[in-house]
Every structure is written in structure tokens, then in C-alpha cells.
């Protein structure tokens, strides 16, 4: 079965820091697809990125980066230089070749940017 | 390019009463799911329609139900309200067909069962 944990409940940091938030996930499949969404205060979810199970190479947007390992199952998300309005709920998602499209989600980790 | 649109934005019920939340997809979506999020918490899939036909459904009873218009557009529909139902139910649209493509959220119904 699929799941996805993201141990870090909440994470407070100063304006500029630079953060990561953890995600590692369990699938039997050989393909599949690892997703972050935001979550701000509105509670609309805002889609970040989408990777593949075969595409192992990390990315960068602007301050946004992120890790897949498969070897590790982790698919790990930094903000460089933090700012205020990065403050939301994170959220890693996964949907399993076998399952359709639906997605599985961490419960979320909770960012906290102070000035 | 419209967004995703919910309807309506908070409802409030009471126990044993039956509620229809509304969705229209994005532009061009074909595919519509749907969401439960309990207060602090992920995200849990309900269903998913795909061209008018239910296309996945999550660990939830019988009486959450759904419906796809042939605009794509969708109803979740709840019956026999219980207090656990209380949430923001979420829907998201996507382009099917090519499956795994990136689901777009509406700004969810919030549900309060009294």
C-alpha cells in the first residue's frame, strides 16, 4: 500500500534561512509520481512540482529546490532565503501507476517564516 | 483561463441530513476528484470521475456519492451526515487520459455537521 510520512509537524525559521522539509513515501510500484503542494491560510492547494519515478534528477525554481532519492525513498523540498510569504502547510503527495491518478498525502508540515 | 471553482464556500448541517457540494473543473479538465481534509490533516481521496464515469474511490461508505456532468463539471453528495463529516472537502481537476498529470484545487467547501 502506498504512504507518505513527513515527520515534521511544524518548523519555525527566520526570514532568509534556508529550510527543507522531509518527505519519504513507500510504494510497491515501479512507477509512480511524488508531488508537493502548498497550503496557505486561504486552504487552497497550490501545485509545486511533479516528478516521475524514472526522472532522478533534482530541481531547482527559483528558491525552490528539490531532492528525489530513489535509493532512500525521499523526495525532500528546500526554500533558499525563506521569506514571510512562504508561511503555509506543505504537503507531499504520491499516486501509484496501479492506483490511477489518485494521491496519497503526507499529513503536512506546518512552516513558520518569522521577520 | 477559469480556475477551479467550489460551491458553496461553508455550509453548516446537522446529523442524519443530506449535503451536495459543487465543483467545476478548469478549462479543458477532464477529470475531477474529490478530497476530504479533517482539520490538521493530509488530504484523503474520496473518488475520482473521468468522463462522466467513476474512475477510483478511496476507503469512504456508500453514501458519499458523486456524479460528472458532460461539462466535467461535479457534485459530491453526502448522505445520513454524521459529525465526522465535518471537514473542507476539496476538489481538484486535471487532464486525464494521460494519467498522473497535475490535479489543480479548488479553494474547498468547508462542512460543519452540528
Known amino acids: 500500500a502506498q504512504k507518505v510520512t513527513q515527520a515534521q509537524t511544524e518548523i519555525s525559521v527566520v526570514e532568509k534561512e534556508d529550510v527543507t522539509l522531509d518527505c519519504v513515501y513507500e510504494?510497491?510500484?515501479?512507477?509512480?509520481?511524488l508531488f508537493w503542494y502548498k497550503q496557505p491560510p486561504s486552504g487552497e492547494l497550490v501545485f509545486l512540482i511533479r516528478?516521475?519515478?524514472?526522472?532522478?534528477q533534482n530541481e531547482i525554481s527559483g528558491r525552490y529546490s528539490w531532492n528525489f532519492q530513489k535509493s532512500t525513498s525521499s523526495f525532500n523540498f528546500t526554500i533558499t532565503a525563506s521569506q514571510v510569504v512562504d508561511s503555509a502547510v506543505y504537503f507531499c503527495?504520491?499516486?501509484?501507476?496501479?492506483?490511477?491518478?489518485?494521491?496519497?498525502f503526507g499529513e503536512g508540515t506546518q512552516l513558520t517564516v518569522n521577520p | 483561463e477559469t480556475g477551479v471553482t467550489q460551491s458553496p464556500t461553508h455550509l453548516i448541517k446537522t446529523r442524519g441530513q443530506q449535503v451536495t457540494l459543487r465543483c467545476s473543473s478548469q478549462?479543458?479538465?477532464?477529470?475531477v476528484s474529490w478530497y476530504q481534509q479533517a482539520l490538521g490533516q493530509g488530504p484523503q481521496f474520496i473518488f475520482q470521475?473521468?468522463?462522466?464515469?467513476?474512475?477510483g474511490r478511496g476507503n469512504f461508505p456508500p453514501r458519499f456519492s458523486g456524479l460528472q456532468f458532460p461539462n466535467y463539471s461535479s457534485e459530491l453528495n453526502v448522505n445520513a451526515l454524521e459529525l465526522d463529516d465535518s471537514a473542507l472537502y476539496l476538489c481538484?481537476?486535471?487532464?486525464?487520459?494521460?494519467?498522473?498529470?497535475?490535479?489543480?484545487f479548488g479553494p474547498g467547501t468547508r462542512l460543519t455537521v452540528l
Open positions: 503527495a504520491l499516486s501509484e501507476e496501479t492506483s490511477g491518478s489518485r494521491l496519497t
Open positions: 516528478r516521475n519515478s524514472f526522472d532522478e
Open positions: 478549462s479543458g479538465h477532464n477529470t
Open positions: 470521475y473521468y468522463r462522466e464515469e467513476e474512475n
Open positions: 510504494t510497491r510500484d515501479t512507477t509512480y509520481y
Open positions: 481538484a481537476s486535471s487532464l486525464g487520459g494521460v494519467f498522473h498529470n497535475e490535479q489543480f
